[in-house]
């Protein structure tokens, strides 16, 4: 359910951004709103709550968020369809969209110490001129892996880590045996 609710919604506002060439705008807005529902989860609580009436939550959310705006509308229209309980996935379905419409690829590097500045732009640059795309880097320190590097791109992962080297030495050991 999660999957065509998220995916239905996203859709209608990335079109309806598209239509209205407020795209950029709107990214930003949802984004600030997610983080709202993200640090206070008992808000969507009270606006998912049967015993909260239509107008009462519509009124909370003006309050909250102002009377007007694309994501104003969305919010509302979300929480009366009783789905702001996926806002989060819906979200993440819409960023996904915007990322793929501007060209922008997400990616994580995972490293046993942080990467140095100037190693993380060495590897931005290679990884953006190696995609073809605009690279949204994460960073993640894992002392677990011991040296060198796991950069993960959506669902695929390269591990090039002391601690994956050390497993695939040990996996060809033991088949040999």
């Known amino acids: 359910m999660t999957g065509d609710v998220k995916k ?24 600030q ?13 009270l606006l998912f ?10 009124a909370i959310i003006d309050k909250v968020f ?15 369809k009783n789905r702001i309980r996926y806002f989060g996935a819906i979200t993440d379905a819409f960023n996904e ?3 793929e419409h501007c060209g922008i690829k ?16 060495r590897l931005l640059k290679k990884l953006e001129e190696k995609s073809g795309k605009t690279v949204k ?16 791109m959506g669902d695929s992962q390269i591990d ?3 601690r994956g080297r050390l497993a695939s030495i040990a996996d060809k050991l033991k088949i040999n045996n």
């Open 8 to 31: 239905l919604y996203s859709q209608a506002l990335f079109e309806l951004c598209l239509e209205n060439n407020s795209l950029k705008e709107v990214y930003e807005d949802i984004n």
């Open 33 to 45: 709103c997610r983080k709202v529902f993200d640090d206070h989860p008992e808000f969507v609580e």
């Open 49 to 58: 709550s049967p015993l909260i009436m239509p107008e009462e939550k519509t």
């Open 66 to 80: 102002g009377k007007e705006g694309t994501v104003h509308d969305f919010i509302c229209v979300v929480t009366l």
């Open 97 to 99: 969209l915007y990322d």
């Open 106 to 121: 997400e990616m994580t590097v995972v490293t046993s110490v942080p990467l140095k500045p100037d190693a993380k732009e």
């Open 137 to 152: 880097l994460t960073e993640e320190v894992d002392p677990s892996i011991i040296g060198g590097v796991i950069l993960r």
């Open 160 to 162: 090039d880590s002391v």
